[in-house]
């Protein structure tokens, strides 16, 4: 079935640090990937989407590009504020579902340090 | 304009009871659907509802069961609870037949069995 891996956690940075979090899928479809963002005691919020290969979704000064021949989506930012710890998921759905529902990798945790 | 909101915020049982959790989807939305995260995992898809029927189930016993309202609002209902149920359970709505489904998640459910 189809898969999302995210790179161990947890991942310290300095503030202003470059940010980088792997993430790598199986699928047998045709998948949007997504990164979603928990922060502590609260639900989740959707961060980015990319919806075919070659896409880049961006916001937030975060950046993934969805990388067919990888089968990638890796998460990065180039300069991190404290503001930005939290827990970070990478998740895909399948296009051809008609639910749109979301298969999640594990989490990768990020601590920025004043 | 709302988003999604969950009921109660934290629920302590004991094994073999049965709990309800409640679900208001974000307005214009006629789509939930339900997901389980344990502590440091990243969510599991229970099921989702649309039209009060149940469109999609993941990988979760019978003991798991649902329920969407006329107007749109969910419950999940978990029977003969057992301490591996312990995990935040987490509301998500969407439009069916919208870009991506994009689906909007509430705060969720912190569910604590004894």
């Known amino acids: 079935g189809d898969s999302v891996t995210q790179m161990e956690g947890p991942v310290t940075l300095s503030e202003e640090a470059f940010l980088t979090i792997n993430c790598t899928y199986t699928?047998?479809?045709?998948?949007?990937l997504f990164w979603y963002v928990q922060y502590p005691g609260e639900g989740l919020q959707l961060l980015l989407k990319?919806?075919?290969?070659?896409d880049k979704g961006s916001n937030k000064g975060f950046e993934a590009t969805y990388r067919k021949e990888t089968t990638s989506f890796h998460l990065e930012k180039g300069s991190v504020q404290v503001s930005d710890s939290a827990v970070y998921f990478c998740?895909?759905?399948?296009?051809?579902?008609?639910?749109?529902?979301?298969?999640f990798g594990q989490g990768t945790t990020l601590q920025v340090k004043p | 304009d709302a988003g999604v909101t969950q009921s109660p915020t934290h629920l302590i049982k004991t094994r073999g009871q049965q709990v309800t959790l409640r679900c208001s989807p974000k307005?214009?939305?006629?789509?939930v659907s339900w997901y389980q995260q344990a502590l440091g995992q990243g969510p599991q898809f229970i099921f989702q509802?649309?039209?009060?029927?149940?469109?999609q189930r993941g990988n979760f016993p019978d003991r798991f069961s649902g329920h969407q309202f006329p107007n749109y609002s969910s419950e999940l209902n978990v029977n003969a609870l057992l301490l591996g149920d312990s995990a935040l359970y987490l509301c998500?709505?969407?439009?069916?037949?919208?870009?991506?489904?994009?689906?909007?998640f509430g705060p969720g459910t912190r569910l604590t069995v004894l």
């Open positions: 998500a709505s969407s439009l069916a037949g919208s870009a991506y489904n994009e689906q909007f």
């Open positions: 699928a047998t479809g045709y998948p949007s």
């Open positions: 990319a919806t075919k290969a070659d």
């Open positions: 998740a895909l759905s399948d296009r051809s579902s008609n639910t749109g529902k979301l298969i």
């Open positions: 307005s214009g939305h006629d789509t």
């Open positions: 509802y649309y039209e009060e029927e149940e469109r």
